[in-house]
């Protein structure tokens, strides 16, 4: 079965950085885009960044120049590299897969970044 398991996440000050993990499994990682979505709280969630199978990279406008999304396809595991955080960050931060017919149905537990000072 699909399973993504976040982490990384915590309390940083604004200006900080931080780095999330994903470690996915149940199918075959490197045949698939991967992305990064967050969802604030009272708000929907949103595509952050994506990776394509051979490493090509899209970003959300609002993290453009801050976040840095990578994978390892030999780990199985796709990152998300934040940097110049702002409290507008502040998200439960998830992955899945990126494909035209939308994400997978599970989700997995996501990770918690709160932006603060």
């Known amino acids: 079965q699909v399973q993504f398991v976040e982490s990384g996440g915590g309390l940083v000050q604004p200006g900080g950085s931080l780095r999330l993990s994903c470690a996915a499994s149940?199918?075959?990682?490197?045949?698939?885009?991967m992305s990064w979505h967050r969802q604030a709280p009272g708000k929907e969630r949103e595509l952050v960044a994506s990776i394509t199978m051979v490493g090509g990279t899209n970003y959300a406008d609002s993290v453009k120049g801050r976040f840095t999304i990578s994978r390892d396809n030999a780990k199985n595991t796709v990152y998300l590299q934040m940097n110049a955080l702002k409290p507008e960050d502040t998200a439960v931060y998830y992955c899945n897969v990126d494909r035209r017919s939308g994400p997978f149905a599970y989700w997995g537990q996501g990770t918690q970044v709160t932006v603060s000072s």
């Open positions: 149940g199918f075959t990682f490197s045949w698939y885009a």
